[in-house]
Each structure stands twice: as structure tokens, then as C-alpha cells.
């Protein structure tokens, strides 16, 4: 059975830092191109960031040069390291695989952003 468990967020002050974390379960993650997903209030679900098996990542736009994407295959768990965050990162992240038609959701993590 495939699941997420996200962990690693927080309320932060703007120009602040955290390190979200997701550790997958039911299948051979090293195989699967993983991705990093949010949903802030009121708005769709987007994608942030990816990382596929060769470790190759790609990034959105709106998180590029401050997010960095990584992953553990040994553990089975992928991490993004958030820096510089802004009032409109506030959202909750979720983790999923990017190259699964109708993967399930983890709970995610919220991350707020304010001072």
C-alpha cells in the first residue's frame, strides 16, 4: 500500500528557512520520478519542484534559486530545502510521484509564512 508521510513544516518568519521531508512506503522509490507539490488557501493545488531517477530536478518558476530538491533512495525519502521564503509560499506541501497516473496524497505539511 503507497503512502506519504510529509513532516518539516512550520510557521517562519519571511527570509527564513525549513527542511520539508517525505518518506514513502509501497513502492521502489529509487525508480520514480518524485515531485513536491502545494496548495495555499483558496487556490489549486501546483507543482514545485521534481526529481527524477537520475536525479535530474526541475523547479517552478516562483520557487527557483531558493527551494532545492533532494533525495535519499537508501531511506526512501525525499527532502526540500526552502530558503528565502516568502508570505506566498504559505501553503501545505505535499509529496507524491510525478510519473503515476492517480497516486494517492499524503496528509502534507503546512508551512506558514508571516511575521
Known amino acids: 500500500q503507497v503512502q506519504y508521510v510529509e513532516s518539516g513544516g512550520g510557521l517562519v518568519q519571511p527570509g527564513g528557512s525549513l527542511r520539508l521531508s517525505c518518506a514513502a512506503s509501497?513502492?521502489?522509490?529509487?525508480?520514480?520520478?518524485m515531485a513536491w507539490y502545494r496548495q495555499a488557501p483558496g487556490k489549486e493545488r501546483e507543482w514545485v519542484a521534481g526529481i527524477n531517477s537520475r536525479d535530474d530536478t526541475s523547479y517552478a518558476d516562483s520557487v527557483k534559486g531558493r527551494f532545492t530538491i533532494s533525495r535519499d533512495n537508501a531511506k526512501q525519502t525525499m527532502y526540500l530545502q526552502m530558503n528565502s521564503l516568502k508570505a506566498e509560499d504559505t501553503a501545505v506541501y505535499y509529496c507524491?510521484?510525478?510519473?503515476?497516473?492517480?497516486?494517492?496524497w499524503g496528509q502534507g505539511t503546512q508551512v506558514t509564512v508571516s511575521s
Open positions: 509501497g513502492f521502489t522509490f529509487r525508480y520514480h520520478h
Open positions: 507524491r510521484r510525478r510519473d503515476w497516473i492517480n497516486d494517492v
